[in-house]
């Protein structure tokens, strides 16, 4: 288990974005998904009041997990939703940004009544408003805190700096950072070293970038695709998946991925990468 604040959650979370964006896959399979995730020892579910399809749908996914928890036959009490408010996408698959204070918190309101919690477990930022200060922002999470709307506060797609102003404004309640961190993205560097120093949570999203199945399941695939990620896979005869978040985990005790899932077979092979340890010279031929 790791800790996000004082809560303990399995090492691999699930992101469940793609169960509500374009491609979505029907409503069983999405909540069999949800299941599969809880039968396989995940306890955060990332989300956030925009991942839907269509416009006027807003809070699809959390309806979707909301229904999912219901349904599920296994104790739900150590799951942790965390959603995040600060973006929209007006149904033509582009998205906006919404940093007013004013409109985090009818969001968070929001997300309140879909999860149907008296207190949402992680609120996150999705994103930076240019237009807004980043500290009236930060200030709507504070607000939401004090107010026990929310119980632990999070950003999302910040920088270094906005972390330091983060952590100013919301001091020890600041527990996580959500960036974009995978082996083809990893100039989130510094900040996931500067969550290490502070103690806080760092959640890659979309940590799966650059590994390709293909590249493994195919013979004829683009020497460039194949990686180092894919001959560990082979020779540990596991996916190139289980490999890439294996390394994640690797990167400190702080570190809890979130990888999107579409498929039951998908999130409990993701899941299993908590079981597999990679020794110092795979984690050296792999960039670490």
């Not at 006027?56 to 104790?75: M, V, W």
């Not at 490999?243 to 999107?260: Q, T």
Request: glycine share 12%.
């Amino acid at each position: 288990m790791r800790l996000i604040g004082n809560v303990p959650v399995g090492p691999v979370g699930l992101g469940a974005m793609p169960l509500s964006l374009e491609g979505r896959p029907d409503e069983a399979r999405a909540v069999a998904t949800i299941h599969a995730a809880l039968d396989a020892g995940v306890t955060l579910i990332d989300t956030a009041d925009s991942y839907h399809w269509h416009a006027g749908e807003a809070g699809h996914n959390e309806l979707l997990i909301a229904r999912a928890l219901a349904s599920y036959g296994g104790d739900t009490s150590g799951v942790l939703v965390a959603t995040k408010g600060g973006r929209g996408r007006p149904g033509d698959g582009s998205w906006t940004v919404n940093g007013d204070p004013r409109h985090l918190r009818r969001a968070c309101e929001a997300s309140l009544k879909r999860l149907g919690v008296e207190a949402i477990g992680l609120y996150q930022l999705h994103k930076p408003d240019p237009r807004v200060p980043f500290a009236e922002s930060v200030g709507a999470l504070r607000d939401l805190l004090d107010e026990g709307k929310i119980r632990m506060a999070g950003v999302s797609n910040v920088d270094v700096p906005r972390i330091r102003e983060a952590r100013r404004e919301l001091g020890g309640r600041l527990v996580s950072v959500q960036n974009r961190y995978s082996p083809a993205v990893r100039d989130s560097e510094p900040e996931l070293r500067l969550c290490a120093e502070l103690g806080l949570a760092f959640l890659p999203w979309s940590p799966l970038g650059g590994i390709s199945r293909s590249a493994l399941d195919e013979p004829d695939a683009a020497p460039a695709e194949r990686t180092p990620f894919h001959a560990i896979a082979l020779e540990r005869g596991v996916s190139p998946q289980r490999v890439c978040l294996a390394w994640l985990l690797a990167a400190g005790p702080h570190v809890v991925p979130i990888p999107g899932a579409s498929r039951p077979a998908s999130i409990r092979d993701s899941a299993s990468a908590a079981a597999l340890s990679l020794t110092g010279e795979e984690l050296t031929r792999l960039g670490r």
